[in-house]
């Protein structure tokens, strides 16, 4: 790594841990150390440098909105419960809320704030053993697909449509303004990957996705695509 690259790291880094303070300060500190805790134990395993900021789940929430009820809504990687807190305040009493999550230390932590609701059932585990005998009418999904080999995405992809309605919603984030520093850390052959995953999901938005948002108010900025899965 030349001197430039290691300066460019270190004022990354810097000002990355600065956003997390201001973020522990303005809005919720207890769940986000809870949250960089999980990042520190299990760095390969979490897909974001922070929570989802109110301003990131209130968009992802947003699409609930437009379901016919009663309605079946799976969320994908609830982290410790900042998108599903939002999820809850929208949905009615007939409505059924499936959460999934492979971190146990968030599963614990989701299972104290929603496991007492009657309407919420919580798995501890990966998305693809998640296997019910019914169909959802709305999808949230917080997975870094950007991270993975797209082999997985593409896998994964294809069970989330298993698991859809005809026409079901379909909402998922993407994080901006990272491609530079990954294009900096990354391995030539990880990279390589980078890029296959990154087209993988640009066809797949111009065949499914209807709208995109961006979200300034977030660590970092982050688009919410919303799709509909046919």
């Not at 001197?3 to 841990?17: M, N, Y």
């Not at 917080?142 to 909402?171: R, W, Y």
Request: charged share 20%.
């Amino acid at each position: 790594m030349t001197t430039t690259s290691f300066l460019v790291l270190v004022l990354f880094l810097s000002g990355a841990i600065f956003f997390i303070l201001v973020f522990l300060i303005c809005f919720d500190p207890k769940k986000t150390i809870l949250f960089m805790y999980g990042i520190l134990k299990n760095p390969r395993k979490v897909g974001a440098l922070a929570p989802s900021s109110p301003f990131l789940a209130r968009a992802m929430a947003e699409s609930i909105d437009a379901l016919q009820r009663p309605s079946t809504i799976l969320e994908i990687g609830a982290g410790t419960g900042h998108i599903t807190e939002r999820i809850m305040k929208k949905v009615q009493n007939d409505d059924c809320v499936d959460i999934i999550e492979l971190n146990p230390d968030y599963c614990t932590v989701l299972n104290k704030r929603f496991g007492h609701y009657d309407k919420v059932n919580l798995f501890c585990g990966s998305i693809l053993e998640w296997k019910p005998d019914y169909h959802y009418d709305l999808i949230i999904c917080t997975l870094p697909f950007n991270g993975f080999k797209v082999d997985l995405v593409d896998t994964m992809i294809a069970h989330i449509k298993h698991l859809a309605k005809p026409q079901s919603l379909f909402c998922y984030v993407a994080l901006c303004y990272l491609k530079p520093f990954k294009k900096l850390l990354l391995s030539r052959q990880d990279w390589h990957n980078n890029q296959l995953t990154t087209r993988y999901m640009q066809d797949f938005n111009k065949r499914y996705c209807y709208k995109t948002v961006k979200v300034f108010r977030n660590i970092p900025p982050a688009q919410v695509h919303y799709c509909t899965l046919s």
